[in-house]
């Protein structure tokens, strides 16, 4: 239970004071607008006017607007270019991308004609959907003062060797990074890097992310009078997300005696699946004005996540000349996540034959997520590092309001989109305030979209770019003397290219 404890510390209030590492709470509770190209064209804010696959995860009702049954497909890909640099070195930035290839939506509609004279159509859709996606890769290098044997030392004092973590402090332990000096009192260690404090250190890190969620979607929807449309979507999302870390450190000036270098690696993977239900509606006031609005409950998650380290130590004195390498047993925690409530408002307006102009503002609680730790373990500890992290998730995090506006020009068979979507900051006032220089955390993100579409009898095709710029930090460790010199700056530009084809039939 040890090991498993840390670890779940590790994920909880460790990574929550990196502001580019978000919490587990938050990082599986946003999510992007993706689905069709035409639905990414104008912003996410096709809710209200309907007849696209898309609006089976924001408004379902936007179903029951299909006049015939249809087949889409939507294959992407995704480009996150990261620049990552290290507060304090002379260094300068260093680039890593990350390029995937991903299944935004693939689906049916099945529309029918209602058997009753006021339901004018009653459709079916099924499909999946690609909601959120995780792929980035990191990279800094550079020189500063200050060592992540700092880390270990300082969350070692007062814990007796046998205690220590089978995750970090435990290896750092174990290959002779920290060495005890006293161990008839409060346990204390001696580091080698206190040898010297002030020395330059070499810093490197590759982190490299992937995964994303799916949700499959069985959704109905009805069209009453042509005035009215009612729908409901059960949503099956399927997560996974994959982290791997490569830190390495090195004395290149021989500034510090005995030490060498270091290399500390982790590796985690998170998967699992959860259900929700989301339900729409749409009041077709005229021919040109449509408003509507739609309730997604939470999504119960149940996930497991598989975690192990390595850390290798390489010093040299009289009794030594080589590294010194420990790892952790691979360990697998089962848990429950619950997101917070969805609710949307949308609003669009058909401009007679040439096109139409949409907007949706979406409101969540952040700070309503919560982690359910009890599942396989309901002992003391576990409910109170449960209630202690549940309770800084309340305190992090805030409720926020994104906006979605779009517009689709129509000429002939051809369509032209464009759209913006502005994402409020999930992090609460006190948390900026206490944190002023974490980078981003305050910001209201913004993303661009640009649209083509063709339009024929049975035919159509979509293309779609999105992009967005976003400032962060990374914390590779957290000492309290040390924090300017341990900071990494990130700057992400995310692109977004993905087509369409569709079949009506």
């Known amino acids: ?41 104008v912003g996410g804010s096709i809710g209200a006017l309907g007849a696209d696959f898309s609006v089976l995860s924001s408004n379902p009702a936007g179903l029951a607007t299909f006049r015939r049954s249809e087949f889409t497909v939507t294959p992407s890909f995704f480009l996150n270019n990261t620049d990552g640099t290290l507060d304090g070195s002379n260094t300068g930035a260093t680039n890593k991308n990350k390029l995937a290839f991903n299944i935004n939506n693939i689906g049916f509609v099945i529309s029918k004609v209602g058997k009753n004279p006021n339901w004018k159509t009653t459709n079916l859709g099924i499909g999946i959907s690609r909601i959120a ?45 920290l060495y005890e000096y006293d161990a008839n009192s409060t346990p204390s ?18 982190i490299k992310r992937g995964g994303g969620i799916n949700e499959l979607s069985l959704s109905y929807a009805g069209n009453f009078k042509e005035r009215l449309m009612i729908g409901g979507s059960i949503g099956f999302p399927f997560l996974s997300y994959r982290e791997e870390k490569v830190y390495t450190e090195a004395d290149e000036a021989d500034d510090i005696p005995f030490y060498r270098d270091l290399q500390f ?3 985690l993977s998170t998967s699992g699946s959860g259900i929700n239900l989301k339900l729409g509606v749409i009041l077709r006031i005229n021919q040109m004005i449509r408003i509507g609005g739609a309730v997604h409950t939470p999504t119960n998650f149940t996930l497991t996540d598989t975690y192990s380290t390595k850390f290798l130590y390489d010093y040299v004195n009289n009794e030594n000349d080589g590294p010194v390498e420990s790892s952790s047993e691979e360990s697998t925690f089962q848990y429950n996540l619950k997101t917070p409530w969805r609710f949307m408002g949308n609003a669009g307006f058909i401009i007679k034959r040439a096109g139409f102009i949409s907007a949706e503002i979406e409101y969540l609680k952040y700070n309503s997520s919560n982690f359910d730790l009890t599942e396989n373990d309901n002992s003391f500890s576990t409910n109170e590092f449960q209630a202690d992290l549940n309770n800084q998730i309340a305190n992090i995090y805030q409720s926020a309001i994104n906006m979605r506006l779009g517009g689709e020009f129509a000429l002939k068979t051809l369509r032209f989109r464009a759209g913006v979507t502005l994402s409020g900051t999930p992090y609460a006032d006190s948390y900026i305030q206490r944190n002023p220089n974490i980078r981003g955390i305050g910001d209201t993100r913004t993303t661009y979209a640009l649209g083509f579409g063709i339009r024929k009898e049975r035919i159509f095709m979509d293309l779609a770019l999105r992009f967005a710029n976003q400032e962060g930090t990374y914390l590779p460790y957290t000492v309290t003397d040390f924090y300017p010199q341990n900071r990494v700056t990130t700057n992400s530009l995310q692109s977004h290219l993905m087509f369409t084809y569709g079949y009506k039939f």
């Open 1 to 41: 239970m040890k090991r498993l404890l840390f670890h779940l510390i590790l994920l909880g209030t460790w990574t929550m004071a990196q502001a580019q590492v978000p919490a587990d709470a938050l990082r599986f509770s946003q999510y992007e607008v993706l689905g069709t190209a035409r639905n990414v064209g």
């Open 133 to 177: 996606n995780f792929q980035q890769n990191i990279n800094y290098n550079g020189a500063t003062r200050g060592s992540y044997i700092d880390f270990f030392q300082e969350a070692s004092n007062g814990v007796a060797p046998q205690d220590l973590s089978n995750f970090n402090t435990g290896l750092a332990f174990d290959s002779e990074a």
């Open 189 to 206: 260690y001696f580091t080698d890097v206190e040898l010297n404090e002030n020395a330059l250190l070499t810093k490197t890190e590759t």
């Open 265 to 267: 690696d982790e590796n």
